[in-house]
């Protein structure tokens, strides 16, 4: 098969024309014969998999059933209707399936007698084991293939999937006719030491295996050889990308001279940490080299990256460069300020700041005494990093909560600027399969210690019954001259309903505590109202504060010691961590409180439980990738990276350290592809990445 017909419109592949390849594109992103391919099947149909009906039993895990349809209705309820059919096994067994959402579309789906096979979690309501809104497939013509045993796919559908024909039943027909009259001719992308080296099934037949698996074996080989490829393409892009920094020229400095001693011997009230100290020496190593520094600093919230991050600071200054300290938000870029102004100013330095809202005046000023010379560290929002910046020596840029930034965006950054090293600091712990694959093209340095003196946070879950408790308790922390946050959730869709919850709990607070001073800040205030609120509340003029709003990462009010989480049950694992990252800023003991609603989804319970069970950012970031997945830990769109279809780096760390190791080696041997061998594996990297704007060329 020609490359030129797997780039061909799905739309001249057999019985698939020109509205249906319309809807598959829209719906599922096939516009190819090569998407086409890549379409794999959601789940499998296969005889020992099949549960009869008379043996359902409530189990967590999602099972898959074979029935037909005996009766359906909709059900009028108290709040809404419900749609229900009622299938039947071989055997006489019954079983309910319901449907609360898109009930019209399912009631027009089925008729009586049909023949189904439904997929989900079985449940028991009284006399009956249910499921509710299974997956389906009609399988009216397929009898004979379930019953020679054979695994039938069963692929992503819909209703306008469905609206235009396009059944699992369908989508086998269309692909047995492409690999029919194509399949031989696919040809093979991976090299071939690549291939025998990894012990890797050949790539056409892994397709086809994909698609019309002869065995659960022979699947299983497909599945891992697809999942290599997948993994494989964007270890090829970092390594390309790392390959491409390393030849990089980067300013070469000096040994650390005085201000760099002073501030760590002399400035600094206490002596860094062995993970500190460690990754101070990572950072001083790779600016001797004379190329580029790409290094991730990663800690979780408390752990002392921006002291490593001055200190790194001062050796650049050491060595005759300026240095630029980026936070993605101003108010962050105010508090940096602040604290890199304590300091410096003992060491005769003077940080200057740049951001929005200063005069035409005072910004001029700025950026010529930047541009002369004569400003050590300039600290800002990405602003800093535009044309209208000019640095005469910029040595080092340090770019705070580098989480927020994925891949693309990183290449573009890098290539601003004249060369200066690269110091990226993130206060969100990242699970090492995802660290390989979103920062595989730098070096980490990790942060592992708290400093000392910190206290762990003592984190309880609390019900709304026990909030007479928790109000004393809190009581008693604003008696010690302590300081409480209180965060409401904000979801997008119920804003005003979310908005009142706060201004009702402001206005409760108030009555609650009326010898205390009780702050709100929500998203609608102005940015001068909000910073205003944060500055009073630092300065120990406000002891509550309520937000409607996550506190931003970076806001550091040591004597704030409560942080009471209401609605705790609807917020992600990372922005609970997060939150409460806000305490245990001091020696003092600190408190997070959870309230949570007795309506808790299995995934919200996980959540609250491995807040209580631990405090380590590390552990709490495995655990978070363990329930959500690593499509929505960081989004792709966010990240620069392709979806992946098949592999789940969650589950499949194995393959994706052999394809890292592959893709590395074959860079170091090749850089650019440029070998007859690696021909065909650069037009399938370059299809792959074209849409991003990521050639091979200039992905670094």
């Keep these: 098969m020609s490359e030129d017909f797997l780039q061909q419109n799905v739309r001249y592949v057999k019985s698939v024309g020109e509205k249906r390849a319309e809807v598959w594109a829209e719906e599922h992103g096939v516009r190819t014969v090569r998407d086409l391919l890549h379409f794999y099947p959601r789940r499998y149909l296969d005889r020992t998999t099949v549960t009869p009906v008379e043996r359902l039993q409530e189990r967590p895990d999602p099972v898959t059933v074979v029935g037909t349809v005996r009766r359906k209705n909709i059900v009028p309820g108290n709040n809404q209707k419900r749609f229900e059919l009622i299938l039947e096994g071989e055997r006489g067994g019954q079983m309910k399936c319901t449907w609360f959402q898109g009930i019209w579309w399912v009631r027009k789906a089925f008729e009586k007698g049909d023949r189904l ?6 449940e028991k309501y009284g006399r009956w084991h249910s499921m509710t809104h299974p997956d389906f497939d009609k399988l009216n013509d397929e009898g004979a293939i379930l019953d020679t045993g054979r695994i039938v796919p069963l692929y992503p559908g819909g209703e306008a999937m469905s609206n235009v024909g396009l059944t699992s039943r369908s989508v086998r027909r269309i692909l047995y006719n492409v690999f029919k009259e194509h399949g031989l001719k696919l040809k093979e992308t991976l090299p071939e030491e690549i291939v025998a080296a990894y012990d890797l099934m050949e790539g056409r037949v892994a397709l086809r295996a994909i698609h019309f698996p002869k065995s659960q074996a022979e699947l299983e080989k497909a599945k891992r050889r697809l999942k290599f490829d997948e993994l494989f393409l964007i270890q090829l892009m ?13 300013p070469r400095f000096e040994d650390p001279g005085a201000h760099t001693e002073e501030f760590v011997r002399t400035v600094l009230p206490f002596e ?33 990256k921006t002291v490593v991050a001055v200190a790194a600071m001062m050796h650049a200054y050491d060595s005759g460069y300026q240095s630029a300290f980026m936070a993605p938000t101003e108010l962050l870029a105010e508090q940096h300020y602040q604290s890199l102004t304590n300091y410096l100013r003992p060491m005769g330095l003077e940080p200057h700041l740049l951001v929005g809202g200063q005069s035409t005046s005072e910004r001029e000023a700025i950026l010529k005494d930047v541009n002369e010379g004569r400003v050590p560290v300039a600290i800002g929002t990405h602003a800093l990093i535009q044309e209208e910046v000019e640095f005469d020596n ?7 909560e580098q989480h927020r930034f994925g891949v693309a965006q ?53 019900a709304e019954k026990r909030r007479g408790e928790v109000y004393a308790f809190l009581r008693d922390r604003l008696e010690q001259g302590e300081q409480a946050y209180v965060v409401y959730p904000l979801v997008e869709e119920s804003e005003k ?3 009142k919850d706060a201004e009702n709990g402001f206005e409760a607070l108030r009555e609650q505590f009326p010898d205390y001073t009780v702050g709100l800040v929500h998203g609608r205030m102005g940015s001068d109202q909000k910073d205003n609120a944060m500055e009073q509340f630092k300065e120990g003029t406000i002891d509550i504060l309520v937000s409607t709003t996550v506190i931003e990462v970076g806001v550091d009010v040591p004597n704030a010691t409560v942080m009471l989480v209401e609605h705790a049950e ?3 694992l990372s922005q609970l961590h997060q939150l409460r990252g806000r305490v245990g800023r001091s020696e003092k003991q600190s408190y997070c409180i959870l309230m949570a609603g007795y309506k808790r989804s ?27 997945g690593a499509g929505d830990f960081f989004g792709t769109r966010q990240s620069g990276m392709p979806d992946l279809k098949i592999a789940d780096i969650t589950e499949d760390t194995e393959i994706l350290e052999a394809a890292r190791e592959a893709a590395f080696d074959l860079v170091e041997e090749d850089p650019h592809l440029r070998a007859d061998a690696h021909q065909r594996l650069r037009r399938r990297f370059e299809d792959t990445y074209a849409e991003h704007g990521l050639g091979f060329a200039r992905v670094g």
Excluded: C, W
């Design 602 to 628: 299995q995934e919200a319970k996980q959540r609250l439980e491995a807040m209580v069970q631990t405090n380590d950012g590390f552990e709490i970031s495995e655990t978070d990738l363990q329930i959500r």
């Design 117 to 122: 096979a439904v997929h989900g979690k079985v």
């Design 570 to 572: 609807r917020f992600g």
């Design 272 to 304: 860094l940490t062995g993970a500190q100290k460690r990754a101070l020496a990572d950072v001083i190593e790779d600016t001797q080299t004379g190329t580029q520094m790409n290094r991730l600093i990663q800690g979780d919230v408390g752990s002392g």
């Design 410 to 462: 990183r290449a573009e950054m890098f290539e601003k600027g004249e060369q200066p090293h690269m110091l990226l600091m993130t206060a969100t712990p990242i699970p090492r399969s995802l660290a390989m694959t979103l920062y595989g093209d730098l070096d980490v340095s990790k942060i592992d210690e708290m400093p000392p003196g910190r206290k762990p946070v003592d984190t309880r879950l609390r």
């Design 497 to 499: 309903m979310d908005l």
């Design 238 to 250: 970092l390594a390309q990308m790392r390959q491409q920094q390393d030849e990089v020229v980067g």
């Design 394 to 400: 910029l040595g080092l840029a340090v770019v705070d």
